[in-house]
Structure formats: structure tokens, C-alpha cells
């Protein structure tokens, strides 16, 4: 089936630091790949997409490279800044459908 | 930029009661779903719908919900009997395409007392 699965956190960084979130996915197919983050008390945004193999997604500095080798759609940003503080959530679609699924959030704190 | 929009944005209820989550999607979209987030927890698909009947569903999704597009604008989700475990944040979102972006809507916080 579709899932992702994804670290859990909390990862607490200080301001400039380099961020990386693990994304793996397993599913049929070739899904599409999304970055989500939800902001304290907002619904959730799409960060940044990937629909196929090698494909980047990048937005607001961050990127994640979709990796069919490794079943993998990991998040980075090479300088946080303390108002990327939010929980970040990876999901995927499989081919054929739009049944999203997401993993289970990242909770990121940055400090100044 | 056209958003999705979600009323209430808090609805208290009693446990067994009936409630309706409604949505207005954006406005040219087709695909439409619910999701739900308990607190603190992760995200979880509830179901979709496309040319007025449901395309995929969760196995949360049991004989208690039910969706609607009652008219042009709006799409609900019912919940016949609540029970306290159905206490979460629910989510409205619509795309345009298959597989296409999916924008979410602010959320209902659902709490049955």
C-alpha cells in the first residue's frame, strides 16, 4: 500500500544551522511526493512537490529530491531561520489515485 | 489567491450527537476530501470525492460519516453518532486534477464532550 514514513522529532536547531528531515515512502507505482508544514494554529501548506523520479522540489530555501533508488524524499534547508519553526509533514499520492497519505510530522524548533 | 474556506472553525458537541463540517472548495476545482488530525498525531486521509460520489475512503471512514455536495459551492462531512474519539481537527481540501496539488482549508477543531 501508500505510506511514508518519516523522522519523527522533535528536532530543535539553533538560527543558520542545516536542516534535514528523513522521508521514505513505500507504494506502487510512481507516487507523488509533497512537503507539507503546518504553522502553530494554521491548517497546512504545501511546501514544495515532486512528481517523478529526480525530480526537485525546492521553495523558501528548501529542497527535497525525489529518489526512486532509495524510496526517498528527504527535506533540507541549509539555514533555518527561527520562523521556520513548525511541524513538517511528508506525504505521497499514489499514480492513480489521490488517497494522501502523510507520515507522522516533524516537529522543528529553531532558536535564535 | 483562491483558498479554501471551512465552517465552524470550533464545533462542541455532545457524544452521540449529529454534526456537519462544512467546506467551500476552490471555486473550478473537482476532486474534494476530508482529512482528520488528532492532537498531536499525524494526518490522516479520510476520504475523496469526484463527480458526485466517493473515489477512495479510509477504513476510518465507516457507516457513521457520510459526504455531501448538497450544491455548487459547498461539500460536508457528516458525522451521524459522535463519539469522543472522533475529538480532531478536520481538514477540507480540493484540487483541480488527479493527483494534482491539494489545498488545504483552515480546519474544523471538532471537540465531543
Known amino acids: 500500500g501508500n505510506s511514508v514514513t518519516q523522522m519523527e522529532g522533535p528536532v530543535t536547531l539553533s538560527e543558520e544551522a542545516f536542516l534535514t528531515i528523513n522521508c521514505t515512502y513505500t507504494?506502487?507505482?510512481?507516487?507523488?511526493l509533497f512537503w507539507y508544514v503546518q504553522y502553530p494554529g494554521e491548517g497546512l501548506q504545501l511546501l514544495l512537490k515532486?512528481?517523478?523520479?529526480?525530480d526537485k522540489g525546492s521553495n523558501k530555501g528548501f529542497e527535497a529530491t525525489y529518489r526512486k533508488e532509495t524510496t526517498s524524499f528527504h527535506l533540507e534547508k541549509g539555514s533555518v531561520q527561527v520562523s521556520d519553526s513548525a511541524v513538517y509533514f511528508c506525504a505521497s499520492t499514489p499514480y492513480n489515485n489521490n488517497d494522501m497519505r502523510f507520515g507522522a510530522g516533524t516537529r522543528l524548533t529553531v532558536k535564535p | 489567491e483562491p483558498e479554501v474556506t471551512q465552517t465552524p472553525s470550533h464545533q462542541v458537541t455532545q457524544m452521540g450527537q449529529e454534526v456537519i463540517l462544512r467546506c467551500v472548495p476552490i471555486s473550478n476545482h473537482l476532486y474534494f476530501y476530508w482529512y482528520r488530525q488528532i492532537l498531536g498525531q499525524k494526518v490522516e486521509f479520510l476520504v475523496s470525492?469526484?463527480?458526485?460520489?466517493?473515489?477512495?475512503k479510509s477504513e476510518i471512514f465507516d457507516d457513521q460519516f457520510s459526504v455531501e455536495r448538497p450544491d455548487g459551492s459547498n461539500f460536508t462531512l457528516k458525522i451521524r453518532s459522535t463519539k469522543l474519539e472522533d475529538s480532531a481537527m478536520y481538514f477540507c481540501?480540493?484540487?483541480?486534477?488527479?493527483?494534482?496539488?491539494?489545498?488545504f482549508g483552515p480546519g474544523t477543531r471538532l471537540t465531543v464532550t
Open positions: 507504494a506502487t507505482g510512481y507516487p507523488s
Open positions: 470525492f469526484y463527480n458526485n460520489e466517493i473515489s477512495e
Open positions: 481540501a480540493s484540487s483541480g486534477a488527479l493527483q494534482g496539488q491539494q489545498y
Open positions: 515532486a512528481t517523478k523520479a529526480d
